[in-house]
């Protein structure tokens, strides 16, 4: 049975939602492997030599004004250079208990892959020294918060799983090399899908509607209505994942990059709010420790950064 007129109509606006998407996924795709492959290579071989065992170890006297053992900081500068995953990985290696973890989880969820998804944020209309600073800042203040508030009786449990193993360099190459290829696909997968996903969106007007629905929370946090997308595709996301979306809505011109740089001080501090805290909960941290003093720090940002651009 051939489709009526009506359905032709909708096939075709899917269709051209489709054509429309693959020129800036693939363009999206070639630019984040560009920076993502060759840093990853550069951290995995730092990591293999020591060299950020080193710095964890210059870092360390610094933790301990913060109620953490001088192995939080090889966490955190894992987080930094990569992602969550390398923070519980090596987390979980070392002995820890819930409550120091509670805390290094928030520094890393605030403070991690800082060059890729710094790039993102710089190409979406942000100075990079500014979200850098923001975050590291931020998650240092987050830290100093927690150890005042989180009870000590958290620190009765503790958690370690494994034993970091001493790999070759033949072998981390390999483990790098089958990892990054499969994050790549990944990487072109979820781009493709979520521009095409943006299109159709647009297309049928359903970001009116998501504006309509997110714009009372938006106000509060002193975002502009204009960033709706943007910040679902961050908090859904995160920052890389949800790059394509965030930079095709402001290279469309769909939303400044004023707006978009006043967006960027929130979701700095607080983005990918779904897989990033069920990988922490996973492990038996509260998600409530790790969502909530994230948001606050965030709506602080936004307002602060609003009244500094207020008074200039």
Known sequence: MKPNKKEKSMIQRITDCFRLAMPSAIKTSLWFLKITIPISLSVTLLYHFGVLNIISDLLSPAFGLIGLKGEAALVYISSAFLNVYSAIAVMTSLNFTIREMTIIAVMSLIAHNLIVETAVQKKTGSRAWHMIALRIITSVIAAIILNYLLPFQMSESSMGIHHIDNLTLKDVLVSWTISSIKLSIKIVVLITLLMILQKILLEFKITVLLSNVFSPALKVMGLPKTTTLMWIAANLLGLAYGSAVMIDEVESGRITKQD?????????????????????????????????????????????????????
Do not use: C, K, Q
């Open 260 to 312: 978009a740089d006043l967006l960027n001080y929130h979701i700095a501090i607080s983005h990918s709010n779904l897989e990033d805290l069920l990988l922490y909960a996973a492990i038996g941290i509260s998600v409530w420790w790790l969502l909530l003093p994230r948001i606050i720090l965030a709506i602080f940002a936004v307002w602060g950064r609003r009244m500094f651009l207020t008074s200039n």
